[in-house]
């Protein structure tokens, strides 16, 4: 995704129903760490162990 479509999901919480709360948390805890990380089409980054 594009930075600005991270922090839009990142800003913003997005709703659900309750039988997909599990996949949508899961989803919106990726956008999160991608904000932080600064994760996003375009950027170049590597993985650090």
């Known amino acids: 995704m594009l930075a600005n479509d991270i ?3 990142f800003r913003h919480d997005i ?3 309750d ?3 599990h ?3 899961r989803f ?3 956008a999160c760490y991608c904000f932080y990380r ?3 089409a375009g950027s170049t ?3 650090k162990h």
Request: proline share 0%; net charge neutral; charged share 20%.
């Open 38 to 40: 600064g994760i996003h």
């Open 23 to 25: 996949q949508s948390l």
């Open 15 to 17: 709703f659900y129903d």
């Open 45 to 47: 980054w590597t993985l």
């Open 7 to 9: 922090s839009k999901l």
């Open 28 to 30: 919106q805890h990726v």
């Open 19 to 21: 039988k997909d709360a």
